[in-house]
C-alpha cells in the first residue's frame, strides 16, 4: 500500500496532517491528527524513495537509522498504520 492511497482515507475521515517528525535515511514519519476527540493521532512510517507503507516491526535493511525509529516507534506504537492488514485507530 502507498501512502497517498492511506492519506486518501486519512483525509476522508477527517484528518489533516499534523506534522513530520522524523526522517530516517531511508524512511519518514507523519503525524496525522482529527479534531474529533475520539480520533486518535495515527503516524504513518513510509519509504522516502517510494512511499511505499513499511510495517514498523520489519525495517528496511537499507535504513541507517534504525534505533532512533525503533524508539520513534515505541512512543506510538498503537497508533502506527500496519499495512500488513493490523489497520490503524482511526
Same mark, same amino acid.
Given at each position: 500500500?502507498?501512502? &497517498? %492511497? /492511506?492519506? =486518501? !482515507?486519512? =483525509?476522508? !475521515?477527517?484528518?489533516?496532517?499534523?506534522?513530520?517528525?522524523?526522517?530516517?535515511? /531511508?524512511?519518514?514519519? %507523519?503525524?496525522?491528527?482529527?479534531?474529533? *476527540? #475520539?480520533?486518535?493521532?495515527?503516524?504513518?512510517?513510509? *519509504? *522516502?524513495? =517510494?512511499? %511505499?507503507?513499511?510495517?514498523?516491526?520489519?525495517?528496511?535493511?537499507? %535504513? &541507517?537509522?534504525? =534505533?532512533?525509529? !525503533?524508539?520513534?516507534?515505541? #512512543?506510538? &506504537?498503537? *497508533?502506527?498504520?500496519?499495512? #500488513?492488514?493490523?489497520?490503524?485507530?482511526?
Amino acid at each position: 500500500m502507498r501512502k &497517498q %492511497e /492511506v492519506i =486518501t !482515507e486519512l =483525509t476522508k !475521515e477527517g484528518y489533516k496532517l499534523f506534522l513530520k517528525p522524523f526522517a530516517g535515511s /531511508v524512511l519518514e514519519a %507523519e503525524a496525522w491528527a482529527n479534531s474529533a *476527540r #475520539d480520533k486518535k493521532l495515527v503516524i504513518l512510517l513510509y *519509504r *522516502r524513495d =517510494t512511499h %511505499e507503507m513499511v510495517d514498523s516491526s520489519n525495517l528496511p535493511d537499507d %535504513e &541507517q537509522n534504525k =534505533t532512533d525509529i !525503533e524508539a520513534f516507534v515505541d #512512543d506510538f &506504537q498503537e *497508533r502506527i498504520f500496519r499495512p #500488513d492488514g493490523g489497520g490503524c485507530i482511526i
